[in-house]
């Protein structure tokens, strides 16, 4: 059952559309993440559904009431909470900042010990409800903002880049928070990020945007595996991309010519026809010999590594291959396979490995 239904958004500075929302739905107790580089709308776009932004035309619409008209915009505010990158805390203690919207809407003293002693523990700052906020350090203020916005038991709550100011192992724990606060309370929520991992570690359902639109949404294993267009593919982490021209189609499979390598995969295209394909790093494998028949690796190229960089817990292999490919490897991997930069190495993916483009005609 859908909570939240816009129809033909659009907002517009000096003449100029900066967000373009044709149609747009959000199911009861979900989460979305909203994916996108900065300036794609995405802040945009939180504000306006929490009407804290005006817009040119459209419809927004609310368990099936118009929230569009004026008139209703702060009852239908106060259903909500929305959640900034930047924590707005009051000059008090953390008690009365976790409790600020309770008294806004006249809660009884007993009701606001009781969710304020809840939410305190569920994101952990119990320990600091005493203390003044302005001596909170910036994962603790974030905490106490989380806690006031869930405090208000909103039936949909908006995060916009919630942790993106935050310390690696403040920002890991409290997005765990954040999931079993999500998990155990049902709480619709819809989420602003540009971090594609945190988004996959809370989300039901991804959209990503570019240029004020929306331009692929769906479950997480759909728009992580298929891609609409490069700009989607790019930013989902298919840092593999490269075009060649299908010479051969042969019942569901078919081979391109990609700077005079050929490589194979699955789909349905046309002979001479230009394609688009994408792979994820982790999808190709590294070896230091040749890889012999009888293997699910269809793609077996000789290359060179060019470039080794530590990407977290893992290194980034930059390789050619006559046009370029990136792969992941453990540590341990790169020990065991001797790897170097310059080295000549075996890479191997799988036709299902490759997701295809097509490329529009004219």
Known sequence: MSILTVDNLRVERGGTSVLDIPHFILEEG???????????????????LARLLSFSQGELRFRGEDVSLPEVAIPYRRRLAVVFQE????????????????K???????EIEKRVTKYAELVKITHLLKRDARKLSGGEAQRTNIARAFATEPEMILLDEPFANLDAPSREALIDDVHVILQQMGTTAILATHDRLEALRLADRLAVMEGGRIVQSGT???VMNYPVNEVVASFVGMETIFSGVVRRVNDGSFTIDVSGRSIEALG????????????????????????GEGTSLRN???????????????????????????????????????????????????????????????
């Open 87 to 102: 924590p707005l805390l009051l000059n008090a203690t953390v008690f009365n900042n976790v409790a600020a919207g309770l």
């Open 268 to 291: 349905h295209v046309e002979a001479g026809e230009r394609v688009d394909c994408c792979i994820r790093p982790e999808n190709i494998i590294i070896s230091t010999h040749p890889v």
């Open 104 to 110: 806004i809407r006249r809660m009884g003293k007993t």
């Open 300 to 362: 077996n190229l000789s290359g060179k590594i060019v470039k080794i960089a530590p990407q977290g817990p893992f290194y980034k292999i930059h390789l050619d291959c006559g046009f370029f490919l990136s792969s992941y490897v453990t540590p341990q991997s790169r020990e065991n396979l001797c790897l170097q930069e310059g080295k000549e190495v075996t890479v191997s993916f799988k036709a299902t490995a490759i997701h295809v483009l097509r490329r529009e005609k004219g």
């Open 30 to 48: 979900e989460t979305l993440a909203i994916l996108g580089p900065n300036g794609a709308g995405k802040s945009t776009f939180l504000l306006t």
């Open 220 to 222: 997480c294993h759909e």
